[in-house]
C-alpha cells in the first residue's frame, strides 16, 4: 500500500511501511489491551484509550494513506507507528509502575508548586 504510493518518508532512519494499516491495528489493540489492565479512573488510561480508539476506527475506516494521515494529523503513517511503539512501551512501564495509586509517602512541601 504504502510502498506503492511513496519511495521514501524523505526522513533520515524512517523506513517506509509495508502495510501500515495492519500495523497501526496491531500496535492499537496491544495498547488498549495493556491499559485495559488499568484502572477506569486511571488518568492515563482514560486519555490513551479515547485516544487510540479514536485512531483505530480512522485507520480501520480510510483505506486511503494519504487520507489516514491527514484525519489523525500527527505525521506519515510511519511516524505514527513509531509513535504507537513508545506509547506501548510506556503504557507497558504505566501499567508496572501502577501510577494511579497514591503516593506511599508525603510529597515534600513545595514538590508541586511552580514557580517557586
Known sequence: MAGLLKKTTGLTGLAVARDPHK???AMYEKILS???NMPESAVYRKHT???VEERLKVVKSEPNVEKLETKINCGQVEEL???AERE?????RMLEWRAWEPLTQEA???QWK???
Open 34 to 36: 495493556v491499559v485495559g
Open 81 to 83: 507507528i513509531l509513535q
Open 88 to 92: 506501548l512501551k510506556l503504557a507497558r
Open 23 to 25: 500495523t497501526l491495528s
Open 108 to 110: 515534600p512541601p513545595n
Open 49 to 51: 484509550q479515547a485516544l
Open 114 to 116: 511552580w514557580p517557586i
